[in-house]
């Protein structure tokens, strides 16, 4: 949503004051339909031991409405309760919903009340309580009573899909048009869209799943019933021409323009060129490949060809050491997507778990990395998560120096990223970032699907580019004999990074490698290859099934391994807004046979990671009881001479 310069900040006692007025609300009123026609009986109490639920009456101050229309007791509580059938406990959902009416008609109230304030709507109302509205006031009155209705009814159904957009699953439900719309004065607008909510969820609620999906859609046809009034309405500059933030909800409410959590979020970092990524060939290669799969996303079938049809990368590992790089490869892949879905016109959403989400009460840690996954995973949006400095955030189960918040969000992360439930739909990923992935929980670890090595720069053309860069413009020195940027043309320099890991890297995954060659030859068979991954787990225990799979999946996304043309990116018709079936023919055309040189670069890849993260383990292990026998020698040196003096 646009930010305007005159936003002004809800204030949260503003909202809450409220509370009690919308709990009345949603426990009882009596409410005579005046445009829709009821379709639902009145909620029945579920027990003749609960009293009946209070009941209010709209009591609109200087206006009086006749009709022989039936009232109709609306119960919303009872209603909500009643969602799930015969169940006496109210579920989660059910509490959600509730608890986001509640917070949507607060936030409404508070608009409206802000509203009445910065026009003559609130004066004129005073006087109508202590006499009546002065002589040549009842038409502007009149009006302005109807423009603070279709503000209280936007407002009411923007915080509410809002609010809810977190919850929202794949059931969709369609409600129908928004009648009851009344525009006599916020509060009859209330009533008016709280009766015909009530009707929607007797109609269409049979469980908690619908509940959510209906409660959502009626909100997002209220909104887009009072914005189609608000085009013809007068005395609405007040509202139209500012906006107000709610930071509690991070909310905001800028005029008639849906909040919706699906907009995405706004990004403030600065975004990097591929060119200005220096080094850390594969990394980036990956990275730009990762973010053109994601944009293959279909946001009806709610899947991507590259997740169905295998080499999609759901989770990965970028490790290396401080000043490598970590920062500015997000910062690069961050800014692909936020272009690419800017020309898309998709809702994009971006968000880092950083330390801050470690909270000192029990069970709030794992809610904030279970909110952010869901933030992330949302299947409206194109998502990228990012866990920096993963292993200070998630604790080393067994580690005695792990908080219990850590403890929890390793918890929530492993189910997340490889759980029962987990479901890959293609419109997401995760990357965990670390200097030290040896002190990441060893089964976190292998959660992540690929490796980046981002080892920063590597040759002398390496850092000549990155001195260039870093440099900037204002300076007359000159660059010398070099092409500038021509080393990190990225085809020839991944290219070279692959044939590397023909042969392993590390010292002791390179013995293994050896003695299994000598012993079989060639590795150019499935059983030979085998052969060579039961040997590498003999050497390290933490080499399981799990690295396996990770191992054929960054073998089938090699197998993926062609560039989606740029063309595609730019002009959405060429492929994005393709229908789902003619996506994945494209991409399967452009896929590459799997070869033995894929493989067992990929087997060595990884492994390689494994022994390296072992092997900084260890030297780390071992350093520490070094410096604890030193300290402890020097200790005993120097009590020894003390008792000898």
Known sequence: MSQTSDQMELREEDIVKHYNRAVAMLEGFDHTPRIARGAAAPAQERSSGIGTRRRFRSTTPG????????????????RIEAADGDDPLVSTAQAGVMQ??????????????????????????????????????EA????????????????????????????????????????????ESGQAALYGALWELDQKIAAHADSDARLVATVAAYAEQLMEKAALRAQTAPRLAAFTGASWHVEADDFTVDGFTPAQKAQGSKLTMTFKKPHEVVGNHIAKYQA?????????????????????????????????????GKTTLIQMMAGLL???????????????????????????????????????????????????????????RGDRQSSAGQLEITAVLMESFAGAGTVVRGNCT???????????????????????????????????????????????????????????????????????????????LLEVFERVHSDIGELDTIAKMGTYLKAIQQADARFTGRAIKNITDAVKVRA?????????????????FKPYD????????????????????????????????????????????????????????????????
Not at 357 to 374: E, L, P, R, T, V
Not at 560 to 576: A, G, I, Q, T, V
């Open 63 to 78: 206006l009086v409405t006749r009709s022989t229309a039936r009232p109709e007791g609306v119960q919303l509580v009872a």
């Open 100 to 137: 986001a009416l509640r917070r949507a008609i607060a936030i409404a109230l508070a608009v409206a009340e802000t509203y009445a304030e910065a026009t003559e709507l609130a004066d004129l109302k005073r006087a109508n309580l202590e006499g009546g509205v002065p002589r040549g006031k």
């Open 140 to 183: 502007a009155f009149s009006e302005l009573l109807g423009a603070e209705a279709l503000v209280t009814a936007h407002v009411f159904g923007n915080a509410c899909a809002f609010l809810l957009a977190q919850m929202a699953g794949e059931v969709t439900v369609e409600v129908g048009e928004a009648e009851e719309l009344l525009t």
């Open 288 to 324: 730009l490949r990762l973010a053109k799969m994601l944009m293959s996303y279909d946001f009806e079938r709610r899947l991507n060809p590259f997740a169905e049809l295998g080499g999609f990368i759901f989770t990965f590992m970028g490790d290396g050491a401080p000043g490598t």
């Open 338 to 396: 936020s272009e690419y879905c800017q020309v898309a016109g998709y809702p994009f959403r971006y968000q880092n778990l950083s330390t801050e989400n470690i909270d000192s009460y029990q069970g709030k840690s794992g809610q904030n990395a279970k909110a952010f996954i869901d933030n992330i995973i949302d299947p409206n949006v194109i998502g990228f998560g990012t866990i920096d400095d993963i292993d200070q955030l998630a604790g080393k």
């Open 430 to 508: 995760f990357g965990m970032f670390s200097n030290y992935p040896e002190n990441v929980d060893d089964a976190l670890r292998q959660r992540a699907g690929a490796r980046f090595l981002v080892d920063g720069p590597q040759t002398r053309e390496d850092y000549i580019d990155i001195l260039a860069l870093l440099m900037g413009s204002n300076h007359d020195i000159p660059l010398g004999e070099h092409e500038l940027y021509a080393a990190q043309e990225i085809r020839k320099a991944v290219a070279r990074s692959f044939e590397r890991h023909a042969r392993p890297q590390e010292a002791g």
């Open 560 to 576: 993926m391994d062609f560039e989606l043309p740029d063309e595609w990116m730019e002009e959405p018709e060429l492929f994005l």
């Open 582 to 645: 003619e996506k994945k023919a494209m991409i399967e055309e452009l896929r590459v046979p799997i070869t033995t040189e894929m493989v067992l670069q990929e087997i060595n890849r990884y492994a390689d990671s494994e022994f390296r993260y072992a092997d900084k383990s260890d030297e780390a292990a071992i350093a520490g009881m070094v410096r604890d026998m030193e300290r402890t020698a020097e200790a005993k040196r120097r009590y020894l001479e003390g008792k000898d003096g």
